[in-house]
């Protein structure tokens, strides 16, 4: 019998990488290199279905709730900051909240979001720093993207990344994180590892959830 062909990592593109067992019929992979655990390409969603569930998230700036949630990043990221600083919000969303947030803070930000902002225009720019919140889990391409994240951000820039992360305690098959059907990528403390050696970063974990990256000089 011949077996189904294995995808390659698609962060750090090698083809190290062992299949999970199957999880409500869908198959994941892990890569014993970069520690990426991911969804088989076969079972993504369609970008027209990924927009539809992404409409139905009710965030804004004016939820409370919302902006305390962002807050478990700027808190950490604010502080590294200068003044007159030019950020980029990338994944925004339908509702941009955060660089709402940082531009109150005094800060000038640009949005992007391939469904609801795809300005590429703002992906010609370079800029001081970089927020990625709850976005990297819907990421196809994360080595890509984040070579993308790489070339905008200026050196001795901050990158920020905010998602749940994968820990070796957590049984993947009843992670709550999983089950969101646009989740794909998921990630843990030693992939961010990975990641700053890969390009050459400094990562600072200020609290569960939350890596911030700052790029050499």
Not at 78 to 84: C, R, T, V, Y
Not at 118 to 125: E, S
Not at 159 to 169: N, Q
Request: with cysteine; charged share 20%; aromatic share 18%.
């Amino acid at each position: 019998m011949i077996e189904p062909v294995r995808p390659f990592c698609p962060l750090c593109f090698c083809e190290q990488i062992f299949p999970l067992s199957p999880i409500d019929l869908k198959i994941y992979f892990r890569c014993e290199v970069c520690g990426l655990t991911f969804l088989s390409p076969e079972f993504y969603l369609t970008p027209e279905a990924q927009r539809s569930r992404y409409e139905t998230h009710q965030n804004s700036p004016f939820d409370s709730r919302y902006r305390e949630f962002l807050s478990r990043m700027t808190d950490f990221l604010i502080p590294k900051l200068l003044p007159g600083w030019v950020g980029l919000d990338y994944g925004c969303g339908p509702g941009p909240t955060l660089s709402v947030m940082l531009e109150e803070k005094g800060f000038q930000m640009k949005i992007y979001d391939p469904y609801f902002f795809p300005q590429t225009d703002v992906l010609t720019g370079i800029y001081n720093f970089i927020t990625c919140t709850e976005t990297v889990e819907h990421f196809f391409r994360p080595g890509d993207e984040l070579g993308r994240l790489n070339q905008l951000l200026r050196k001795g820039g901050w990158l920020g990344i905010m998602t749940e992360f994968l820990t070796p305690d957590q049984p993947f098959h009843s992670w709550w994180y999983r089950l969101d059907p646009t989740h794909i990528c998921f990630w843990s403390r030693e992939t961010m590892v990975w990641i700053a050696h890969r390009f050459g970063w400094n990562v600072e974990f200020p609290r569960k959830s939350v890596a911030l990256f700052q790029k050499g000089v």
